[in-house]
């Protein structure tokens, strides 16, 4: 099984945007500088988790991205899950393979039971860790936060 980068990256971007954005918008190309990923592909990303409801957006020149809830709330396996669909470990626990017409072995088949656990604990794991989770953690390594006061004009 494997985490698309869709997923690694959307990850990253909602960890961004709750530990640096402070609950204010977000701009995509902060985002995109903290976390080396292309503007462009940040947008193909946050559309996806625009339409799961994890993200809103504000227009404008204060404009920018925002947890649609608390980052409590939102989860690795929420992020994953919108970002590629859901996890699964091999073909035959979804899709047409997992039919029975299609699967010679289907009804005797040992080797279904491990996939299905593997996938039960990778599941329960990723919903098991939150957003705030990964802000906590990166508050305990030291990660700087990117506060300062974007908007700031002088004249």
């Excluded at 899950?81 to 010679?104: F, R």
Aim: aromatic residues 8%; positive net charge; charged residues 25%.
């Amino acid at each position: 099984m494997r985490i698309t980068t869709t997923s690694r990256y959307g990850v990253r971007a909602m960890f961004d945007v709750a530990y640096h954005g402070g609950g204010q918008p977000t701009q995509i190309k902060d985002i995109s500088r903290r976390q080396k990923i292309s503007q462009r592909y940040l947008e193909q990303i946050f559309n996806k988790l625009l339409k799961a409801g994890l993200l809103r957006s504000r227009r404008g020149p204060r404009g920018g991205y925002m947890l649609s809830r608390d980052p409590s709330e939102i989860s690795v396996g929420d992020i994953i899950n919108a970002a590629q669909g859901p996890i699964v470990p091999v073909k035959c626990l979804s899709g047409p393979e997992c039919k029975k017409k299609e699967c010679e072995i289907h009804d005797t088949c040992i080797t279904r039971h491990v996939w299905r656990e593997t996938q039960k604990m990778l599941v329960d794991y990723y919903d098991s860790v939150s957003v705030a989770d990964l802000c906590a953690l990166a508050r305990r390594q030291g990660v700087s936060r990117d506060l300062e006061h974007k908007y700031m004009y002088f004249i």
